[in-house]
């Protein structure tokens, strides 16, 4: 069975820390995709990066970052230097290839960064 | 520009009444979806649809209905047999299976309340 878990709930940090937001799944498919969506406080989803099961290289983008780890698996993500506006719902999902009509969502980690 | 328009943004709702939810997208997707978030919980997925005049149903398909008469249309009906329908709904759109090497987009939501 496909499950993702977001063990932190909600996060505070101070302005200009890093966080990293935790994400473990699991899945018995050889083959299969991750991804990182935001949620700000408008309420829809905004699609932060996909990773398949085959590319286990680690990726930035400016001040963010994806740990990809198959031995733990786990897909964390890092922010750098955190700012005001990072403060989101940040969700962890995944789909199989044999059901990729299905994606499934961790419970989310509610970041907020203070001023 | 193009995007997914849900509406409306807020809704009130009697008990034993049905009532739609509209998601529109001008993207030219194929595939569109209906997902409810509770606090804690992530995103479920209610129904979703690959082409016109086809769906299947998600993992909390019971007291909810779907058409998908025009590819830019998906609608979603919360019917009286719902037994719990206050939640948050988030309509979905990629241009294929959502778990595919691709993104989806999100709506900015619609709030059902029962009263």
């Known amino acids: 069975a496909q499950k993702v878990t977001q063990a932190q709930t909600e996060i505070s940090v101070v302005e200009k820390e890093d966080v990293t937001l935790d994400c473990v799944y699991e899945?018995?498919?050889?083959?299969?995709?991750l991804f990182w969506y935001k949620q700000p406080p408008s309420g829809e989803l905004v699609f932060l990066i996909r990773?398949?099961?085959?590319?286990?290289q680690n990726e930035i983008s400016g001040r963010y970052s994806w740990n990809f780890q198959k031995s733990t698996s786990s897909f964390n993500f890092t922010i750098t230097a955190s700012q005001v506006v990072d403060s989101a719902v940040y969700f962890c999902?995944?789909?199989?290839?044999?059901?990729?009509?299905?994606?499934?969502f961790g419970p989310g980690t509610s970041l907020s960064v203070i001023p | 520009d193009g995007g997914i328009t849900q509406s409306p943004k807020y809704l009130f709702r009697k008990e034993g009444q049905n009532v739609t939810l509209s998601c529109e997208q001008n993207?030219?997707?194929?595939?569109m979806y209906w997902y409810r978030q509770d606090p804690g919980q992530g995103l479920r997925l209610i129904y979703y649809?690959?082409?016109?005049?086809?769906?299947q149903k998600g993992d909390i398909a019971e007291g909810y209905s779907v058409s998908r008469e025009k590819k830019e249309s998906f609608p979603l009906t919360v019917t009286s047999a719902q037994k719990n329908p206050t939640a948050f709904y988030l309509c979905?759109?990629?241009?294929?299976?959502?778990?595919?090497?691709?993104?989806?987009?999100f709506g900015q939501g619609t709030r059902l309340t029962v009263v």
């Open positions: 979905a759109s990629s241009r294929q299976g959502a778990g595919m090497d691709t993104e989806a987009f």
């Open positions: 899945t018995r498919d050889t083959t299969y995709y």
């Open positions: 990773r398949n099961s085959f590319d286990e």
């Open positions: 999902a995944l789909s199989e290839a044999a059901t990729t009509d299905k994606v499934i």
């Open positions: 993207l030219n997707h194929d595939a």
């Open positions: 649809s690959q082409i016109v005049n086809d769906f």
